[in-house]
């Protein structure tokens, strides 16, 4: 069974950083193009960065330069680190199992949530 | 403000049918990336409704229905049912990223 469980969310001021994780099982993520979608309080959901197999990244212009996806293979997880962070990139982060550049989200975690205050 | 266009809300009594249409441009659907549509219920995390235009995945009632033309897409929901409130969002691809619609409200009354 497909399972991914993020975690990494908090409470953090304006300026700061966090890392958010989602652990999967049941597939390979180094196998999959993976996805970081946000749904900030309220709001609809926005693609924030996705991975390819072969290891491209691509980002949201809003996020671009501040926030980086990676993988670790052996642990089989998936990565966003945020620094910088603003008021506007308070939200639930989700991760989600990507079927490919202009497919379907095919599973998705439970979200996480990154509030950004002072 | 979301890359593709949906309406707030949309409603109807039990039994009846709704469209929830979407709306893009020449650099997203228009440009033949496939739509993919999404339910969202209270407090949970999405989950793929349809896929590939009109594709239902296992699981989904054939209740739900989706189309493509040009630069929208269509969800019609017929039979609805009081489990069928939720969130729906739409789906498709631009400048390497996956986006979405803003998300329409579904009200059975």
């Known amino acids: 069974e497909v399972q991914l469980v993020e975690s990494g969310g908090g409470l953090v001021q304006p300026g700061g950083s966090l890392r958010l994780s989602c652990a999967a099982s049941g597939f390979t993520v180094s196998s999959n193009y993976m996805s970081w979608v946000r749904q900030a309080p309220g709001k609809g959901l926005e693609g924030v960065s996705v991975?390819?197999?072969?290891?491209?990244?691509y980002y949201a212009d809003s996020v671009k330069g501040r926030f980086t996806i990676s993988r670790d293979n052996s642990k089989n997880t998936l990565y966003l680190q945020m620094n910088s962070l603003r008021a506007e990139d308070t939200a639930i982060y989700y991760c989600?199992?990507?079927?490919?550049?202009?497919?379907?989200?095919?599973?998705w975690g439970q979200g996480t949530l990154v509030t950004v205050s002072s | 403000q979301s890359v593709l266009t949906q309406p707030p809300s949309v409603s109807g009594a039990p039994g009846q049918r709704v469209t929830i249409s979407c709306t893009g441009s020449?650099?997203?659907?228009?440009?033949?990336?496939?739509v993919h549509w999404y339910q969202q219920l209270p407090g949970t995390a999405p989950k793929v409704l349809i896929y590939?235009?009109?594709n239902r995945p296992s699981g989904v009632p054939d209740r739900f229905s989706g189309s493509k033309s040009g630069t929208s897409a269509s969800l019609a929901i017929t039979g609805l049912q009081a489990e069928d409130e939720a969130d729906y969002y739409c789906?498709?691809?631009?400048?390497?990223?996956?986006?979405f619609g803003g998300g329409t409200k579904l009200t059975v009354l």
């Open positions: 789906q498709s691809y631009d400048s390497s990223l996956k986006v």
């Open positions: 020449s650099s997203n659907i228009g440009a033949g990336y496939d």
């Open positions: 989600a199992r990507d079927q490919g550049i202009d497919q379907w989200l095919v599973n």
């Open positions: 991975i390819y197999s072969g290891g491209s990244t």
């Open positions: 590939g235009n009109s």
